[in-house]
């Protein structure tokens, strides 16, 4: 089993930075692709970034390529989400996911949210204009 706890969340103004982190338990960790998603009010969740289990491996959506940075320590057990130049347009809840079902390959990594089985709780993310 595996338990994600998001942090890091916060409120800023538009053009400023945050780091969100998520800590993860489970012995299983470091062979798990991980990714963070994102839910603004009366939205769908949308896909936001994906790191494959060696870190070696990142796919970002286009709305946050070249601001948004996403990266692992298998040690620490932990993903982290740097967000640079923040938007108001970032503004929703963030959560890290995991999954334990699909893996990165030659075609790419899991990018839809059925395809992770586990999900933080979430944490809110607010960019003031």
């Known amino acids: 089993q595996v338990q994600l706890v998001e942090s890091g969340g916060g409120l800023v103004q538009a053009g400023a930075s945050l780091r969100l982190s998520c800590a993860a338990s489970?012995?299983?960790?470091?062979?798990?692709?991980l990714a963070w998603f994102r839910q603004a009010p009366g939205k769908e969740r949308e896909f936001v970034g994906v790191?494959?289990?060696?870190?070696?491996?990142?796919y970002y959506a286009d709305s946050v390529k070249g601001r948004f940075t996403i990266s692992r320590d298998n040690a620490k057990i932990a993903v982290y989400l740097q967000m640079n130049s923040l938007k108001p347009e970032d503004t929703a809840v963030y959560y890290c996911?995991?999954?334990?079902?699909?893996?990165?390959?030659?075609?790419?990594?899991?990018?839809?949210?059925?395809?992770?089985?586990?999900w933080g709780q979430g944490t809110q993310v607010t960019v003031s204009s």
């Open positions: 996911a995991a999954t334990t079902r699909y893996y990165c390959s030659d075609y790419g990594c899991p990018r839809t949210l059925y395809e992770y089985d586990h």
């Open positions: 489970g012995s299983i960790f470091s062979t798990l692709v």
């Open positions: 790191i494959s289990w060696s870190g070696g491996t990142t």
